[in-house]
């Protein structure tokens, strides 16, 4: 009997498997469809890890499942290449970014074969080539004729490390979502694509995807809509007024003063006005110092000064009223005024007792009639910001447009696509806010389409999320010259059915694609309004000790390390096993051991001679098929091996049939892949892959033998026949018999003996 080798044995099946293009996804075929996607990798120098394997081995259980299924599944992959990383990594080493992300794909991509994932080559895409990014431009082109991506000079958020501008869903708590690196406020001229016009379209979508509740609530606070009022106060004998934003126009008579965002525009307008200018610059200055977050933060004590000498009328009473600037009001939201309401507002009311300011206990009135009568306006007002999408960095998407002095911004004609990014030889960021572009003279100099007269190519590049903005796309037609896609093939693919991804993107990622995506169906490009029907996140494989994997604390483990030590199949079978898909799980070195034990058990069933069928092994197969194709479909794969592993230990004991130890086999292959088709091809002989056969199906009347008819007596007298589930312990089945009315009439203050328990069959309580 002979040993199993996986590094020997896997090898040989992934190359024989590319040959006969087992993953391969037809466009057109008679299976109804399933798209199962997986959120494309970065290509860094690392390598991919842990956090890539656990959604690409779930992908690839439940793709494999489906094929056998009957489903034609498309399961791609491609590069998510441009960035900052690339761009960082080739500083440092001196290595241009095109030639170390080329590296860095192919060395992903052995990876992730070695690991016996299933993708369809044939549909990879890379987001640097200028085929794929010619087509992010054309979509650039469709959101600027659409008045969706516009220029403007305002205060944006700057990471002093990465030296480029960043939208406000890349600040996470302040910081860099990239370098952590606190992020500053930077007035600059940038691209932005006006996301809040989709913000009602955003959320409405949301309502009916299959998406955990707790992402979409994330996602709908992050656009956070609210509605309110705008009300006016004016300035008196100044024909100036300051239009607040309120939730609760019901309190307005409880308004005792109004403060402003140190940013507010009106400040400059009544300088002259203000006879404590000084102070007041002076705070305006340290204000600008802060995010956004230390501004706002909960329990931080109130600070701000007065606008002496000006004053408002407070509409509903005529009371004139002060004017104060505070930096808990920010300049992004509503108008960046407000009206204190220190008796209804908690945060007015910590302000209003800090600064000795008046509460008023004033009834709350109608809202509908507040605003009426103060003549103000009912609004919806959005958290959501405009997405700031130009980098000043060189590895991305040259945004194709182009600045002429006579005629302005005009856009690159889709003919000229795409404009391709000039390969330089220094890239490095200038700091100064323009991009490393600019300094290419000669790729910047360039007619303009318009009037022939000399123009200026736009030198930001676009942010690292504009490729993965449609990537889902493109896969359904990746070679496609002369559309993004075609219309009839994403037709026939929309939507991803399954998506699975990590819990970082909800406002990143998804709320960006979701966008495009809306956008392109508005314009009639794609076929449906949302691109994933269900999203599945995944917990982070945290380290045997319980912390994160890091390099500084040594404690990483590297998934093509266990692939060399024990094979791929039992490293796919251990990490589904560590715990719940969407958990949080720990590596554990301890237990791999015993998906090891289980492979070699499986292996040694099937040299097991002679093969005879058995209804014990019948029977836990037949409930295993069903145990096995709901979990994963219901994503609990940790529970499906644990099913396999039980199984494969009762038919060891019972003995299997060949067709018996076929039937294992084909449950098993989404899971250990190699050594199912090993088995099935090598020793059972077949000729044909695994992969191409049927999941069995389970008989009914095989899972009602799951209960037997249990015979209860006492002193050896009949006295009850109860259906329970087959292979109850005696405790189990004593808990069952006690509680049971008809038998407790029996036993009710009685002092058990002795119990005679035969398994499956009779229980006779001694009294
Ligand atoms: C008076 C009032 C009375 C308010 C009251 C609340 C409670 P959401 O729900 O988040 O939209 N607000 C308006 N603009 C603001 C800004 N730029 N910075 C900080 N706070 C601002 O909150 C809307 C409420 O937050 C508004 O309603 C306003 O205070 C405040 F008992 O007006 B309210
Ligand atoms: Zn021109």
Known sequence: MSRYYPQKVEKRWQKIWAKEEISLARDISPKSKKYVLIEFPYPSGEGLHMGHLRPYVAGDVYSRYFRMKGFEVMYPIGWDAFGLPAENFAIKKGIHPAITTERNIK??????????????????????????????????????KAGLAYQATGLINWCPKCLTGLANEEVIEGKCERCNTTVVKKEMRQWYLRITAYAEKLLKGLRNLNWPEAIKIQQENWIGRSEGALIEFKIP???????????????????????????????????????????????????????????????????????????????ANQKEISVWIADYVLAGYGTGAIMAVPAHDERDAEFAKKFNLPFSDAALVDPEEAVKKVSGGKVVQYKLRDWVFSRQRYWGEPIPIIHCVQCGVVPVPEKDLPVKLPKIKKYQPTGTGESPLAAVGKWVKVKCPNCRGEGRRETNTMPQWAGSSWYYLRYTDPQNKKQFADPVKMKHWLPVDEYFGGLEHTTLHLLYSRFWHLFLYD???????????????????????????????????NPDEVVKEYGADTLRMHELFLGPHEETVSWNSQGIVGIKRFIDR????????????????????????????????????????????????????????????????????????????????????????IYLEEWPAFEARYLQKAEVSLVVQINGRTREVLKVKRDLSEEEVKRIVLSSGKLQKYLAGQTIKKVIYLPNRLINFII
């Open 107 to 144: 060395n992903a991509k052995k990876q992730v074969n070695n690991w016996g994932i299933s993708f369809d080559w044939s549909r990879e895409i890379d987001t640097t080539d200028p085929n794929y990014y010619r087509w992010t431009q054309w979509i650039f082109l469709r959101l600027f």
């Open 237 to 315: 004998d100044s024909g100036l007024r300051i239009e607040v934003f309120t939730t609760r126009p019901d309190t307005i008579f409880g308004a005792t003063y109004l403060i402003l965002a140190p940013e507010h525009e009106l400040i400059s307008n009544i300088k002259n006005q203000i006879s404590n200018i000084a102070e007041v610059e002076k705070y305006i200055e340290e204000s600008k110092k802060k995010t956004d977050i230390q501004r706002t933060a909960e329990g931080k004590e109130k600070t701000g000064v007065e606008l002496k000498g000006v004053k408002v009328i407070n509409p």
């Open 523 to 557: 314009q009639g490009l794609v076929p449906i309004a949302e691109p994933y029907t269900r999203r599945i996140p995944h917990g982070i494989v945290l380290a045997e000790d319980g912390e994160k994997m890091s390099k500084s604390r040594g404690n990483v483990v």
């Open 602 to 689: 499986v292996w040694l069933l099937a040299q097991k001679d002679p093969r005879e069928h058995s209804e014990e092994t019948e029977r836990v197969l037949q409930e295993t098929i069903k145990k096995v194709g709901g979990d994963i479909e219901g994503i609990k794969f940790n529970t499906a091996v644990s099913a396999l592993m039980i199984a494969a230990n009762k038919i060891y004991d019972h003995g299997a049939s060949e067709e018996q130890l076929e039937k294992f086999l084909k449950i098993l292959a989404p899971f250990a892949p190699h050594l199912a088709e090993e088995i099935w091809r090598k020793v059972l002989g077949h000729k044909k892959s």
